[in-house]
């Protein structure tokens, strides 16, 4: 069984960074295509980054284009998501997902596509 779990959120100020991870457990990260989403009080689940597995090319969503950059080490079987100039909107529970091999692109964000989903780590952005 496949398990997710991701770490490294918190509590920071306005324009600070985070680098979130996500860690694989229970098969190779290598197989699998990842993603990152999140998910703010009262608002829809909203993808914002992932990662294929064939090329590790990552895709970006509007969300936080350009603040954010994803990476995939798979001899630590991690995922890793660099948050930068985080503002106060970025505030919300982060999860990461996967899904076995690649997707086709139409599904890069869309919660059904993924088949397993960490628990999730809160990132609070205030002054």
């Known amino acids: 069984q496949v398990q997710l779990v991701e770490s490294g959120g918190g509590s920071v100020q306005p324009g600070d960074s985070l680098r979130l991870s996500c860690t694989v457990s229970?098969?190779?990260?290598?197989?699998?295509?990842i993603g990152w989403f999140r998910q703010a009080p009262g608002k829809e689940r909203e993808g914002l980054a992932c990662?294929?597995?064939?090329?590790?090319?990552?895709d970006y969503n509007d969300p936080m284009k350009g603040r954010i950059t994803i990476s995939r080490d798979n001899a630590k079987n991690t995922v890793y998501l660099q948050m930068n100039d985080l503002k106060p909107e970025d505030t919300a529970l982060y999860y990461c997902?996967?899904?076995?091999?690649?997707?086709?692109?139409?599904?890069?964000?869309?919660?059904?596509?993924?088949?397993?989903w960490g628990q999730g780590t809160q990132v609070t952005v205030s002054s």
């Open positions: 990662v294929t597995v064939r090329t590790g090319r990552p």
């Open positions: 997902a996967a899904v076995f091999q690649d997707i086709d692109i139409p599904w890069y964000y869309r919660s059904r596509a993924y088949d397993y």
């Open positions: 229970g098969d190779a990260l290598s197989s699998y295509f």
